[in-house]
């Protein structure tokens, strides 16, 4: 039976899915550690940046490892390195989300960064597409990272196929509630959306919203736990 059977809308996690992990590790991160300093001491006063350093205080009053301290007013030199300790330990940390997709967007911008995506996205976005489905994106990255890498990929723009995108703040990706909000997000039955990523914690939770599922299996991903409850696919040419 087609992995689309009865299916209306697809929902897709970016790394290691779409994206190549590696790039997301070793370019998008090493981006933003180069570049954290410099985007602050130009924008700590914007209101849009002070929300998320705002989030980023606050978690840093709860954590209970040895993270670097954050003191005075604006302090970008304690704030960056929060943000570089976060990153390194690949914190889905909201703040730090929303800050990354910042810094990212002058990147994108100005020609430094062009997200890679595996060969066989974009012409599966316009299958896809053709047949109606609706195509939708949820990523532990913030909503703007997410548009600012589809619109500016080595395939080129491809925001064009994608309606909607969802982050962290309908959930955590391993909860199922974070899915049927997701479901009602995309204005589909939960049962109707086919969830593919390359985590089984992430399938096992669309699953149990009710969405089908799949495995993601890409170069450079690390080995998952073996799984007969879901199909695996190693290119979207099959879907």
Do not use: C
């Not at 609706?134 to 990255?141: D, R």
């Not at 703007?144 to 994608?162: N, P, V, Y």
């Amino acid at each position: 039976m087609s992995l689309l059977h009865d299916v209306r809308g697809i929902l897709l996690d970016i790394e290691g899915t779409t994206t190549p992990i590696a790039f997301v590790h070793e370019v998008l991160f090493s981006y933003a550690r180069a570049h954290v300093r410099e985007f602050l001491e130009k924008n700590v006063t914007a209101e849009d940046v002070g929300a998320d350093l705002a989030l980023l205080r606050d978690e840093l009053a709860a954590e209970v490892a040895d993270a670097p301290s954050l003191t005075g007013e604006s302090g970008v030199e304690e704030i960056a390195a929060y943000v570089e300790w976060l990153i390194a330990l690949d914190r889905k940390s909201t703040g730090l989300k929303s800050l990354q997709g910042k810094i990212w967007r002058q990147g994108y911008l100005d020609g430094s960064l062009k997200a890679q995506m595996f060969a066989d996205v974009a012409p599966a976005f316009e299958r896809w597409r053709d047949r109606g489905l609706k195509i939708s994106i949820f990523s532990s990255g913030s909503v703007l990272a997410q548009q600012l890498l589809f619109a500016h990929t080595e395939a080129g723009d491809l925001t064009r196929f994608i309606d909607s995108y969802f982050d962290t703040n309908v959930g955590k990706k391993g909860e199922a509630e974070s899915y049927r909000r997701i479901a009602e997000g995309m204005g589909l039955p939960a049962r109707e959306i086919l969830f593919i990523s390359d985590v089984v914690a992430e399938l096992d939770a669309a699953n149990e919203a009710g969405m089908k599922a799949v495995l993601s299996i890409r170069p450079g991903n690390p080995k998952q736990e073996e799984t007969k409850a879901y199909p695996s696919i190693s290119m979207f040419d099959s879907i």
